[in-house]
């Protein structure tokens, strides 16, 4: 099952409610419970990927499995400068000329011209407005909790390229604090990954997913 998140594809308008990270993971715990699915793997990139631990944070009994691409981990402390930069970042993106900023935003999110080309249109869909409610969202992410260790099989992963914020500097980090983790740098990629380079990124993630979530409930470890 795929999910477009509120404000994303399918699921607009956006609405008049305010935007959180916890709001998108209810509501695809909703569609999955709407489904009769009583354990899941859960599988997303950027927002998604924060989305994703939101549910295995909250909900761990009901996650079989994880996968994250692009993201960074919202439970390890970041530094007093970061989080200003991160939090002010919306006011920037406030005064920045939305046409200028969705044409940066494209070119850093993948090479491919396909791949740009739906990023894209995907980003034109978005008023400016509705970008900054999303972003805001991802700028309130964080909720450190230094002890914590996600002890679900993980699959942890992201562009060679991605410039996106300190993904590429942090993942390795990230990659030994949790003991279940597979860490994988997907080549010829940037911030979209697994559209950059789907080849790969399919073999990486159906080699978890064979070993880690089998169909069979019996072979799962």
């Known amino acids: 099952m795929t999910v477009d998140l509120r404000g994303h594809g399918h699921s607009r308008p956006l609405g008049g409610a305010p935007l959180s ?22 599988i997303g990139q950027s927002l998604g990927g924060y989305v994703a631990q939101d549910l295995v944070l909250r909900y761990p009994h009901r996650v079989i499995a994880l996968g994250v691409i692009g993201s960074t981990a919202t439970t390890t402390p970041i530094s007093r400068l970061d989080a200003y930069l991160l939090r002010s970042s919306v006011t920037w993106f406030r ?5 200028h ?34 972003w805001t969202a991802v700028t309130h992410v964080h909720q450190p909790l230094p002890e914590y260790r996600i002890e679900h099989p993980f ?6 390229q991605d410039r996106t914020g300190n993904i590429r500097a942090v993942a390795p980090a990230w990659a030994a604090r ?18 950059d380079n789907p080849d790969f990124y399919n073999r990486a993630l159906l080699n978890f997913l064979t070993q880690h979530a089998p169909t069979d409930p019996s072979q799962r470890k």
């Not at 695809?28 to 489904?35: H, T």
């Not at 900023?101 to 400016?128: F, G, I, P, W």
């Not at 699959?155 to 060679?160: K, R, S």
């Open 95 to 99: 005064f920045w000329p939305y046409k």
């Open 178 to 195: 949790d003991p279940q983790s597979t860490y994988v740098v997907i080549p010829d990629a940037r911030h979209n990954a697994n559209q």
């Open 155 to 160: 699959l942890l992963t992201h562009g060679d």
């Open 21 to 42: 990270v916890p709001a998108l993971a209810e509501d695809v715990l909703a569609l999955i419970d709407e489904a009769g699915a009583d354990r899941f793997v859960v």
């Open 101 to 134: 900023l969705r044409k940066l935003m494209v070119t850093s999110l993948a090479h491919d011209e396909e791949v740009q080309a739906y990023a894209r249109e995907a980003m034109n869909t978005l008023t400016k407005e509705e970008f900054l409610t999303i």
